[in-house]
């Protein structure tokens, strides 16, 4: 659990809080989740259970297996390096970074989430990474969410992964976060190659906030296997 939230929880002022407390003072057993807590002790033990699991969930019923995840934790302000790339072979953390948040999902902190054209908001969930190309961005990566009502409009929206120059640590003293992009997981230029290429080619991301509202509507919280396997289904050759 962030810090962010440990506070709030602690303050009473998050109704959701009894399970999460609990759930953070738990040994961990899935041994992958453990060592990769060893390499990203930044990282939230729930954000990382959940993307673990999430992903499990996926390979569990027909998605292939990927060389990499991402953990994106949108409860950390954008000031924070928020976002984690793991070697899920080796075990091992190949980069933690800054990422940015739609512009419409909140300032420092990211509170609104979106699966709507037109938003301007981030998504929540499991995606899939896909093929990378040449946009106005340079080098960029399309994805696939695989959470209907969640992230599902992803290509749609064209939220991609992508170098942005507003994703820029300097900003932070005059203006107190990094730069907001239009709904995508935005880098900054320095690692958007690297980055790109970690992950194109079906590497899973997996966007976390701790919000009821969403873990409910979400087919990989609690999985459901006769739905996520309806879901990777109909991606095709590109789950």
Same mark, same amino acid.
């Given at each position: 659990?962030?810090? &962010?939230?440990?506070?709030?929880? @602690? ?55 990927? /060389? ?15 976002? &984690? ?17 739609? =512009? ?22 499991? +995606? ?22 969640? /992230?599902?409009?992803?290509?749609? =929206? ?11 640590? /300097? ?19 320095? @690692? ?13 991301? +997996?966007? &976390?906030?701790?919000?009821?509202? &969403? ?10 296997? =006769? ?13």
């Amino acid at each position: 659990m962030s810090v &962010w939230v440990r506070r709030l929880c @602690v303050a009473g002022l998050m109704s959701f809080c009894g399970p999460l407390l609990a759930a953070s003072t738990q040994p961990i057993k899935d041994p992958l989740v453990a060592q990769l807590t060893k390499v990203a002790p930044g990282l939230d033990r729930e954000a990382l259970r959940h993307a673990v699991a999430a992903m499990q969930c996926a390979v569990n019923n027909g998605a292939a297996r990927a /060389n990499n995840l991402a953990v994106i934790d949108y409860s950390q302000p954008s000031s924070a390096k928020r976002l &984690w790339i793991f070697d899920l072979k080796r075990q091992k953390l190949i980069l933690r970074d800054y990422v940015a948040h739609g =512009r419409m999902s909140g300032e420092n902190i990211a509170s609104q989430f979106s699966n709507r054209l037109g938003s301007y908001q981030s998504s929540l969930g499991l +995606f899939r990474t896909a093929e990378s190309y040449s946009g106005k961005h340079g080098l960029s990566l399309r994805m696939d969410g695989l959470e209907p009502g969640l /992230n599902d409009l992803a290509r749609e =929206r064209a939220i991609v992964i992508h170098g942005a120059s507003y994703v820029d640590p /300097n900003l932070i003293r005059s203006q107190g976060r990094i730069g907001r992009s239009l709904g995508c997981p935005a880098v900054r230029p320095q @690692v958007a190659r690297m980055v790109v290429n970690k992950l194109s080619g079906g590497q899973f991301l +997996f966007a &976390w906030h701790p919000k009821a509202r &969403w873990t409910q509507q979400s087919a990989y919280f609690n999985c459901k296997p =006769r739905q996520v396997a309806g879901i990777i289904n109909s991606l095709g050759p590109r789950s």
